[in-house]
C-alpha cells in the first residue's frame, strides 16, 4: 500500500513539473571531469532532447542504467539526435573516482559534478537515480527515477516523441 501512495505521489509531482513547463536551471556551476566551471546554460542540444541523468559512482541502479543506455546510445543520437548528459551528486570525498569511474564504463556521455548539489537541490532530485528529458527548449518534458530493465524502453519511447515534436516545430 505505501509503494502505490509514494508512486502516486511520484506522478503526481512529474505532472506537476511538466505542466509548469519547468526548465533547466540556467545559472548554477557545475564542474567537467577536468575541473573546468560551466554554467548549466551551456548543456544544449541544437534544439534537440537531452536526457539528463544524475547519478553516483556508489549507486548500483545509476551505473545499471548508464551502462544499459551506452549500449544503445548510438543508435538513440542517429535515430533522435539525444545527447545524454549524466552529473554525478559524487562530493568532494568521492569525486576523485568520478573520471576513472566513467573511463572503465568506457561512457561517451558529457559528463558533470555537481559537488555541492546546488543542481540537484534546485531540479528537486532526491534519489538517484533521476532522469530527465529536456525538450529543444529547454524545458522538462518527462522525470523518472529509479531504474529496472526495460526502463530504457520508456526513455527511447519519450525521446522519440520530444524529437518528433522538435522536427515538427
Known sequence: MKKVFLSLICIALAGIAM???????????IKSLDGTSVQTSAIQNNG???ILS????WCKPCNRELNTIKEVYEEWQKETGVKLVAIS????????????HVDGNDWEYEVYLDQNQDLKRAMNVVNVPHTFVLNGK????????????????????????VAAESKAE
Not at 19 to 29: K, Y
Not at 54 to 57: K, L, N, P, S, V
Not at 89 to 100: M, T, Y
Open 89 to 100: 551528486i559524487d562530493d568532494a570525498r568521492s569525486a576523485a573516482r568520478v573520471k576513472p
Open 48 to 50: 534537440k532532447p537531452i
Open 19 to 29: 505542466a509548469q513547463n519547468a526548465t533547466l536551471p540556467q545559472n548554477i556551476t
Open 54 to 57: 544524475f547519478w553516483a559512482t
Open 138 to 161: 529547454g524545458e522538462i518534458v518527462w522525470q523518472h527515477t529509479s531504474f529496472v530493465e526495460g526502463s530504457e524502453e520508456e526513455l527511447l519511447e519519450v525521446v522519440r516523441k
